[in-house]
């Protein structure tokens, strides 16, 4: 039978079916390693492999098109002549190296956010050092580079040795035959691509069949769905949309309806006659989820457990959108990061904000971290809008032990910052300080002693209660435990330096690190904002009162509420509002997000979560507090109306307020 097809469509169909084996091979592995289906049922594993497979097929075709091509013309003599060996052989090491590191980047980018490779990682490529010494410090990159020679070596032999089988067979066929195996080979390779039946070709949307994002993100083949998600660039301010929710937005507000302003000024009838002092800690990558606070089934966080008990703090707080720097513009600009690919903050246009932070008069205002600022622009975010500010980060402190990538760790991180801080407080100078922690992250360094903290050893644990608690690893573990503990030895410092009775001290998450799914929080890790739901804290024993606030909150709240609490009369530009005001009662959250693989936002409010697709605008509406994930807006939808007009009053204000909100020129 074989003989009677031309040797070179054979060679076409076998290289396409080997590619598409090592593939797969990758989507069985993701399988066993990060896919974490096991209370999925075997109905929709079984149609995630059945549609991932028709996606590794499809990207099997047009990894090999270009080559194929090749061949069709060339026929017989692609089989005879030299040069043409080599050429595939070095296309095809290419075609196998490339996929290779495709799919590797794509287990540990899921690895660190639960999310498939994607358009927007190509923001770690803005800063290729510390991207690259994330990656040699967090796994065997040396290793993998000796493994990828032998991978190369492999398929320099494999690709020969198919090339040499199919070299020798001389069967001739007529013009008209090779034309018709022509045309044919055009249309399988073709309808390989297209990969459907139906009148639209197999769509990286077809992956999201699921209500739970575990499956789809099975599904997807994170090599296709890359490329695909570069239509998801982000746009400027769509005038028209935003004068339409304005009225909404300033309802919402308390804002001018008469004309566009969302200037807000607050003066006090009185202030401290000592101004208070005002840290804010940035605590990587905290959700609710892994501290023990909350139910975590490991006592992961005693000393947040216990500073939450003598605080104001909130349980419905979240930050818009996963990610540091996403976080570190939101919380400093007071507006949402809704960047599609990049992030905010390496949006040169958007850099010039009014924002409150800079509003803190006659204080000395402070940035520390251990790394260097010039990651991820942040240095612009914070130098463009704050006049006077002192930046501290590697190569200012004292003393530096550079721990990882991330620079000196979080216990030298604070040990520095105190010192700072109590000179200014020796000085009777207040103070605002910006805290940015860093070792509660990739490669989770922690030190094998320091003072109390020891990290507990992978015998220390069972399996069974890791599992319990989502945590991937005892070093993620450990890497948390050790951030707690740092807390607790800054606070210790704040008191022995004199400065903290007067001082309001916020934590907050920057975001949730990535779990796997549990009893607790189970609607919002198949909602997918499981990575946004996050601890935030006001610890000033002088100043509140502890209490818990279940009040909806977001990460532009925490500046307005932290300048309130201290009595500084301001003027608030920004998107955020006072948590603190007893009359503020109509609270929301608002998050930014992925959904069915395109761009999307949500609204939380009370139990309620909404949410919308920015460009098929597929929208649901969920009960988090219910015990099946049920689809609501069909039974509410008036009050999904409500949820998506302020919904839309948040997004179209945000992208108004990106280039709308500079600071005027004096």
């Avoid at 290779?100 to 803005?126: E, N, P, Q, V």
């Avoid at 993100?217 to 746009?235: C, G, I």
């Avoid at 028209?240 to 309802?251: C, L, R, T, W």
């Amino acid at each position: 039978m074989l003989k009677k097809i031309p040797n070179y469509i054979q060679y076409i169909f076998t290289n396409v079916l080997l590619l598409f084996l090592y593939i797969f091979s990758f989507r069985v592995l993701f399988y066993y390693l990060f896919a974490q289906l096991e209370s999925v049922s075997s109905l929709e594993i079984q149609k995630g492999f059945w549609l991932g497979s028709r996606f590794d097929f499809k990207l099997a075709v047009i990894s090999f098109f270009p080559l194929a091509i090749l061949v069709l013309i060339t026929n017989y003599n692609f089989l005879k002549r030299k040069i043409y060996q080599k050429i595939a052989t070095t296309y095809l090491i290419l075609a196998y190296l490339v996929l290779t590191l495709f799919f590797l980047f794509d287990f540990g980018y899921y690895d660190y956010l639960s999310i498939r490779l994607d358009a927007s990682s190509l923001r770690f490529l803005s800063n290729l050092k510390i991207s690259s010494q994330v990656l040699v410090e967090s796994y065997p990159i040396y290793k993998g580079f000796f493994g990828l020679l032998i991978l190369c070596f492999i398929i320099y032999k494999l690709t020969n040795f198919i090339y040499s089988s199919f070299k020798n067979q001389n069967t001739f066929f007529s013009k008209k035959v090779k034309s018709l195996y022509f045309i044919s080979t055009i249309l399988l390779l073709s309808f390989g691509i297209y990969n459907s039946l139906t009148h639209y070709p197999l769509r990286w949307s077809e992956a999201f069949f699921s209500k739970k994002n575990a499956v789809n993100q099975f599904t997807l083949n994170p090599v296709l769905y890359f490329f695909d998600s570069f239509a998801y660039r982000s746009e400027g301010v769509d005038m028209a949309e935003f004068k339409k929710y304005y009225p909404v937005i300033a309802k919402h507000l308390n804002l001018s309806k008469d004309k566009i302003s969302f200037e807000r000024k607050v003066i006090f009838d009185s202030t401290y006659t000592k101004k208070p002092n005002v840290v804010i800690v940035m605590m990587e990558s905290v959700g609710v989820k892994p501290m023990s606070y909350y139910g975590n089934a490991i006592k992961s966080t005693p000393v947040l457990d216990s500073l939450i008990d003598k605080s104001v703090s909130f349980s419905n707080f979240y930050v818009h959108k996963s990610g540091t720097a996403a976080s570190v513009f939101a919380s400093v600009t007071g507006l949402p990061d809704i960047e599609n690919i990049r992030t905010a903050s390496r949006n040169p246009l958007i850099q010039d904000q009014r924002i409150l932070f800079d509003q803190f008069t006659d204080y000395e205002k402070l940035y520390f971290l251990g790394g260097s600022a010039n990651w991820a622009n942040i240095r612009s975010v914070f130098q463009s809008n704050i006049k006077g500010l002192n930046i501290f980060e590697e190569g200012s402190y004292e003393t530096e032990n550079r721990a990882d990538v991330w620079g000196i760790d979080d216990y030298e991180l604070f040990k520095e910052t105190n010192k700072e801080l109590e000179k200014l407080a020796k000085k009777e100078k207040p103070f605002v300080a910006y805290i940015q922690t860093a070792s509660n992250h990739m490669p989770f360094t922690v030190p094998d002693e320091k003072e109390s903290y020891k990290p507990l050893k992978e015998n220390e644990i069972s399996s069974e209660l890791l599992e319990k608690s989502g945590f991937k690893s005892v070093a993620q573990l450990n890497a948390l435990r050790y951030l707690d503990f740092n807390i607790g030895r800054f606070l210790e410092r704040a008191k022995e330096s004199g400065y903290y009775e007067n001082t309001i001290f916020a934590f907050f998450g920057d975001h949730n690190t990535a779990m796997k799914k549990t009893e607790l929080y189970t609607k919002e890790y198949d909602l997918n904002i499981q990575l946004q739901h996050v601890p935030f804290l006001i610890h000033a024993p002088k100043f509140v009162a502890p209490k818990i606030l279940h009040k909806n909150g977001k990460l532009i709240d925490l500046f307005p509420t932290v300048i309130s609490l201290a009595k500084i009369n301001h003027t608030n530009y920004t998107l955020g509002n006072d948590l603190l005001d007893v009359n503020y009662t109509n609270s929301v959250s608002f998050v930014y997000l992925g959904i069915n693989g395109e761009p999307a936002v949500g609204l939380l409010k009370d139990s309620l979560y909404y949410s919308k697709t920015n460009v098929t605008k597929t929208i649901g509406l969920y009960n988090l507090n219910e015990k099946d994930l049920i689809d609501l807006k069909a039974k509410y939808p008036i009050r999904a109306k409500e949820m998506d007009s302020l919904l839309e009053g948040y997004y179209h204000a945000t992208k108004y307020l990106y280039f709308n909100n500079k600071k005027s020129v004096k």
